[in-house]
């Protein structure tokens, strides 16, 4: 069925397409065929070329680049306030996220202490950012797999979320909210009541709505249950993190195996494994840290201490020479920021480590050999976003 | 006396007479309605009889639904797909359907950042879609390079390939803005352009 000895030069011209048998022994010739990059299910601009034998993927190449934006060499001519702005725009789902990781690296090397209400506010901002991407993931993929309904479900959830971001910085997306030493301003008054009458309702919404609707549809359970199957070995081997792994029974969730910020002291924080490695594990790991968020935002709520939400650093701060690696888990994985800074006003490097580049890298493997039908499902369950993936 | 006066016709504005006119803002917030807006080339007399040349009359029927294309480029969107859900719902002005086929599709929304890479793409998409056809720069990006002004990878503005009918500003623009844009093309279709 899959010819080894498949030697297309896929944009050369020169495409030899050999004659292969299918599985009930009729000959068809090998199909190339390009999916994106429009195309309503790559989840933005991702282009793939797959080979196919009949209704079996042969091969399935990606080509990325098409969002490609320069983040990390406009990082090294912005300074390292502006740099945040930029950091907003890798994952463009949960923004919040990324600029933990990017002011965290400059914290790192800085060694400055963030006030204990900031880094409380953090996992706060950071946790709605988290459900904020989930949402959108969980509508899509419902698209994906022929529902409509999720959609507008999940958009009424966000709006609200959305709507809390806007009167807390000033901006739906892109919200420019961390800074070296904390964040930008206090909680606006009446901010926790209105969060804490939304938690009441978006954890109604979960059970009811979602899960009520996707998890007892016939046609929801038979395109992802057993579709999509990575096995814990190669999740490690091809270096996925994040829901993706953890749906693979992979115990990696860096609020817990690399904490930072208050995580290591909220008791709520207990990371969501399953075992099966399918897609429907992928999606209730997903729906999990949804609840989980919940949690872990009422903790904060509970304990919110007072006090600054800025460390004094002066008015003109200065990142000071040297290094750092600094982690966050993202919505999708592990997001790292690499800085190397020389004491000028711009880092001199900034590497940013996007997870759904790496759980790109897993989608050739999954896709070899299986139905191209199942493609869009697979290629969903693996939330991936092109921001990300091409900086 | 013009020649208006002369025959009981008077300018029809579909916006106020068929449909309730919607609320105009300002810097403010809720303001008084403008004065109405005629349709141009159409007239109606008070007992139904509608007198109109047949562009007026299919301009002002393909402002009423542009279908945009669904082309999603970058963190707009997300803002574009915001749009089209419930909370916001783009169908009460008959933009909803986003056809993922260009050849189906009227309106053309940029939502994102235009690479180099894309940009041969996104004028061969352009060329695919039947006439007439209409773009919605949408966001800075798409309208002037935004943000990355200076990055060696973005096109800078749209606007250098694909002949652009509205820009909306905003990183990205809230889908209200968006919405203005689609009403500001529905505008634009039914004069005629």
């Known amino acids: 069925m899959v ?4 030697q297309a030069t896929l944009e050369g011209g020169n495409i030899v397409l050999p004659i292969v048998e299918s599985d009930e022994g009729i000959e068809t010739e090998e199909l190339i065929l390009n999916m994106g990059p429009q195309h309503p299910s790559t989840h933005g ?17 990606p080509v990325m680049g098409y969002l490609h934006r320069g983040i990390e060499k406009i990082f090294e001519w912005r300074t390292y306030t502006q740099g945040i702005r930029y950091a907003d725009q890798a994952d463009y789902v949960s923004n919040m996220l990324n600029e933990h990781c990017y002011t965290g690296a400059m914290e790192t090397i800085g060694a400055i202490e963030v006030p204990r209400r900031a880094e409380y506010i953090r996992v706060i901002v950071d946790e709605l950012s988290r459900c904020a991407a989930h949402l959108v993931w969980l509508g899509t993929y419902g698209l994906d797999v022929g529902a409509t309904t999720p959609l507008l479900y999940c958009f009424r959830d966000r709006e609200e979320i959305l709507d809390l971001f806007e009167e807390l910085c000033g901006s739906r997306m892109n919200f420019n909210y961390y800074r070296p030493g904390g964040v930008l301003y206090d909680l606006p008054p009446g901010w926790l009541a209105k969060l804490e009458r939304l938690l009441d309702r978006y954890e109604e919404h979960i059970e009811s709505d979602y899960v009520g609707l996707l998890e007892s549809n016939e046609i929801f359970l038979e395109r992802t249950v057993g579709i999509g199957l990575i096995p814990a070995h190669i999740a490690v081997a091809y270096g996925v993190s994040g829901p993706i792994a953890r749906g693979s029974g992979v115990e990696v969730d860096l609020r817990r195996t690399r904490p930072y910020g208050v995580y290591p002291e909220l008791t709520e924080m207990k990371p969501v494994i399953m075992q099966e490695g399918d897609a429907f594990a992928r999606y209730k790991v997903r729906v999990g840290e949804m609840r989980l968020a919940i949690r872990l935002i009422r903790e904060c709520i ?5 006090g600054a939400v800025r460390a004094r650093l002066g008015h003109v701060w200065k990142c000071p020479k040297g290094e750092a690696y600094y982690t966050v888990e993202g919505a999708k994985g592990e997001v790292g920021v690499y800085m190397i800074s020389n004491g000028g ?11 759904s580049f790496l759980n790109l890298q897993v989608l050739p493997w999954l896709l070899r050999g299986r139905l191209v039908s199942d493609a869009v499902a697979i290629m969903g369950s693996l939330d991936f976003v092109l921001g990300e993936v091409d900086r | 006396m013009t020649a208006l006066e002369k025959l009981p016709l008077r300018p029809i504005d579909f916006e106020h007479d068929v449909i309730q006119r919607r609320p105009e803002t300002d810097q403010a917030g809720l303001a008084a309605p403008a004065a109405t807006a005629p349709t141009p080339g159409i007239l109606a007399g008070d007992d139904n009889i509608v007198f109109a040349s047949l562009t007026a009359l299919v301009n002002w029927a393909r402002s009423r639904s542009p279908w945009p294309l669904g082309y999603g480029l970058a963190c707009c969107a997300i803002e574009m797909m915001a749009t089209a859900a419930s909370h916001h719902d783009l169908s009460r002005f008959g933009a909803e359907v986003f056809r993922s086929s260009p050849r189906q599709a009227d309106v053309m929304i940029v939502a994102g950042t235009v690479t180099h890479k894309m940009a041969p793409r996104l004028r061969r998409l352009y060329e695919q879609m039947p006439e007439p056809k209409w773009v919605i720069a949408m966001g800075n990006c798409a309208s002037s390079g935004g943000e990355f002004w200076d990055s060696y990878a973005t096109l800078q503005g749209v606007d250098t390939i694909v002949p652009v009918d509205v820009y909306v500003p905003g990183c990205p623009p809230r889908p209200e803005a968006l919405t203005e844009g689609v009403l500001r093309l529905r505008e634009k279709i039914a004069k005629g352009g």
Do not use: H, Q, W, Y
């Open chain 1, 3 to 6: 010819d080894a000895e498949v």
């Open chain 1, 45 to 61: 601009v991702l282009r793939l070329v797959l080979k196919l034998s009949g209704e079996r993927v042969v091969e399935c190449i």
């Open chain 1, 302 to 306: 509970t304990n919110l201490p007072g």
């Open chain 1, 345 to 355: 006003p711009n880092p001199f490097r900034a590497k940013f480590r996007g997870p």
